[in-house]
């Protein structure tokens, strides 16, 4: 099931190109950047050209501009909401219910900023259901991750709670041999 057009649909009656991943399946494959999930989409290439700036180029066209007057060629949503300035569009794909990938045109469900396409990003939604997770992690660089949700019922049948929350940090990968510090952390 799909919302890629504004309402709750098989992803077959979509008539237009479309990659759906279910968070579930990314969380599993281990996806939790934009660059993760480019080699999963067929014609979507990804270059994070700074910690909050993603080169995004969908069938061949790129979305780099890092003007903030001007509109995007690719939109990206988060639960409907638009992120699609390239400056702030970074997100950690986490917790997510879905990730929706359309190729094409989008503009008349999408708005003037998706002439290329459109990723629409779901979160997970907070069900009728008290449960948890927490993941830690590390790796090399001094890399290291938590993350973790809690889901809550305020009220029985009738209110629910849900926070997740991810941190991810890393030291430099590169010397700076001016000040002996190091980059790209």
Known sequence: TVSAQKREQSVSAVPVPITVYSGSFLERAGVSDYQGLAPLVPGLFIQEQSPNNPGINLRGITTDSGDPRSETRISIFQDGVSISRSR????????????????????????????????????????????????????DFGERRVSGVVNTVLAPDQLFARIALAYREHDGVIDNLVDRSTLNG
Do not use: C, H
């Open 88 to 139: 702030a569009s970074v997100v950690e794909l986490f917790d997510l219910e879905r990730i929706e990938v359309l190729k094409g045109p989008q503009g008349t469900l999408f708005g003037r900023g998706a002439e290329i396409g459109a990723l629409s990003l779901v979160q997970a939604k907070a069900k009728n259901e008290n449960s948890g997770e927490l993941a830690l992690g590390f790796g």
